[in-house]
């Protein structure tokens, strides 16, 4: 079983920084969830992202099962996909800053209700490949095979995940839902947190990639 007492600080420390900075980073999903609670409301808004959380852990899961059964059979082939994610993590901290066109929000009148919205945002990410693979090259750069059982690994850290995510993006929609005019015509504060986002990741995913690996 996971073992808290027993877990790398630092590792954890890391984790939840970069997991805090990729869940406020604007993107598609953010898109989505406050675009819905800019032109339907906040319980809408707040349903599509926990029915996002709902494709968010179905992709945890098969991360944990797939990269558990990696991991029996190779420990070279484990690390090499724990450098793959290092490299990942500063891609997507490269794209972030160099990204020109940022999050596009506008206010769009549409009909469907809560229970719509849920389903919406679930299969929006069930459906999205580039989510499984963010899970399969993301999660690996915090598992220690040392610690003992690596699917409890997965699944412990991808349920904190998939809670801080949750709680950023109902956050967003509250705001959203609230201050959907500014919202729409100052994009200032998103470009500057795109910016820190982005150079926050490349830091994280380069010093994933030098450090020793056991």
């Given amino acids: 079983m996971f073992?808290?007492?027993?877990?790398d600080y630092s590792h954890f420390v890391a984790f939840l920084v970069?997991?805090?900075?990729i869940a406020i980073i604007p993107g598609p999903d953010m898109a989505f969830i406050v675009s819905r609670s800019v032109s339907e409301g906040k319980k809408a808004g707040i349903a599509t992202a926990c029915g996002m959380q709902v494709g968010v852990m179905f992709h945890i899961l098969l991360a944990a099962c797939g990269l558990s059964a990696i991991l029996l059979k190779s420990a070279l082939?484990?690390?090499?996909v724990k450098y793959i994610g290092a490299a990942y993590l500063i891609y997507l901290g490269i794209q972030t800053v160099r990204d020109?066109?940022?999050i596009n929000i506008t206010i769009q009148e549409t009909q469907g209700?809560?229970?719509?919205a849920f389903?919406?945002?679930?299969?929006?990410?069930?459906?999205n490949p580039k989510v499984a693979l963010f899970f399969l090259t993301f999660l690996p750069q915090f598992i220690s095979p040392a610690m003992g059982n690596t699917f409890w690994q997965f699944t412990v850290l991808g349920v904190i995940f998939g809670c801080l995510t949750l709680v950023v993006d109902v956050c967003y929609s509250i705001i959203a839902s609230s201050v959907r005019n500014v919202l729409v015509k100052?994009?200032?504060?998103?470009?500057?947190?795109k910016i820190v986002s982005g150079f926050t990741l490349i830091?994280?995913?380069?010093?994933?990639?030098?450090?020793k690996r056991s």
Avoid: P
């Avoid at 073992?3 to 877990?7: G, R």
């Fill in 186 to 193: 100052n994009k200032t504060a998103m470009y500057w947190q």
């Fill in 113 to 116: 209700g809560i229970r719509k």
């Fill in 77 to 80: 082939v484990f690390q090499i």
């Fill in 203 to 211: 830091g994280l995913g380069t010093l994933l990639a030098l450090e």
């Fill in 3 to 7: 073992d808290f007492i027993s877990l």
């Fill in 18 to 21: 970069a997991t805090l900075v």
């Fill in 119 to 127: 389903w919406q945002g679930a299969i929006t990410d069930i459906f």
């Fill in 100 to 102: 020109k066109k940022g």
